[in-house]
T-cell receptor, first 120, second 112 residues
Framework: NAGVMQNPRHLVRRRGQEARLRCSPM?????VYWYRQLPEEGLKFMVY????????ESGMPKERFSAEFPKEGPSILRIQQVVRGDSAAYFC??????????????????FGPGTRLTVL | QKEVEQDPGPLSVPEGAIVSLNCTYS??????FMWYRQYSRKGPELLMY????GNKEDGRFTAQVDKSSKYISLFIRDSQPSDSATYLC????????????FGSGTRLQVQP
């Protein structure tokens, strides 16, 4: 039973380029969350999505950042015109829907291995 | 003031010791409390999950939540060198507000 998958694991971009980070949730999970971990800082929430819907984007920077979770395929976190300050580890987490939670609570979030973005 | 406060450590203990890790928080809306373990350059791994106040035990790990004091704890019994990692507390208000708010993490080093 595969866990949360993220790719690429490492991504290097030059200033001004675009970065696309992908996340496939655990099997049976329909909720996806993105978090960012800056060097020497804690994890900060960015956005919470269900299939085809953004539920909470209160942690997303207002410019250059966007996220989607299409009906088919992985969730995508997109960063346009990257700057050096975007260098960080980006983690995706997933949780089941309340109807499908079964033994686990739908509030439990399971994390992927992260994508480490380096902006040169 | 941060919503969730956690002593960053590092905390160094000998193998076999009981470890106590703690977080305090200020938002009374938090109802769901989690502890994660994160090894260097890896993703956080969910260790314990509790809802509201009370205790929960799983193997060598015990999580305690005291909502009246806004204080949560994680105890690790018979600590092992493999427990050396950063421990993160996290919490959320739950349904409709699932975003986790994390503490800054406590680095634990268990000496063999």
């Amino acid at each position: 039973n595969a866990g949360v998958m993220q790719n690429p694991r490492h991504l290097v971009r030059r200033r001004g380029q675009e970065a696309r980070l992908r996340c496939s949730p655990m099997k049976g999970h329909s909720h996806v969350y993105w978090y960012r971990q800056l060097p020497e800082e804690g994890l900060k929430f960015m956005v919470y999505l269900q299939k085809e819907n953004i539920i909470d984007e209160s942690g997303m920077p207002k410019e250059r950042f966007s996220a989607e979770f299409p009906k088919e395929g992985p969730s995508i976190l997109r960063i346009q015109q990257v700057v050096r300050g975007d260098s960080a580890a980006y983690f995706c987490a997933s949780s089941p829907s309340s109807a499908a939670s079964g033994r686990s609570s739908y509030n439990e979030q399971f994390f992927g291995p992260g994508t480490r973005l380096t902006v040169l | 003031q941060k919503e969730v406060e956690q002593d960053p450590g590092p905390l160094s203990v000998p193998e076999g010791a009981i470890v106590s890790l703690n977080c305090t928080y200020s938002n009374s809306a938090f109802q769901y409390f989690m502890w994660y373990r994160q090894y260097s350059r890896k993703g956080p791994e969910l260790l314990m999950y509790t809802y509201s106040s009370g205790n929960k035990e799983d193997g060598r790990f015990t999580a305690q939540v005291d909502k009246s004091s806004k204080y949560i704890s994680l105890f690790i019994r018979d600590s092992q060198p493999s427990d050396s990692a950063t421990y993160l507390c996290a919490m959320s208000a739950g349904t409709g507000r699932r975003a986790l708010t994390f503490g800054s993490g406590t680095r634990l080093q268990v000496q063999p």
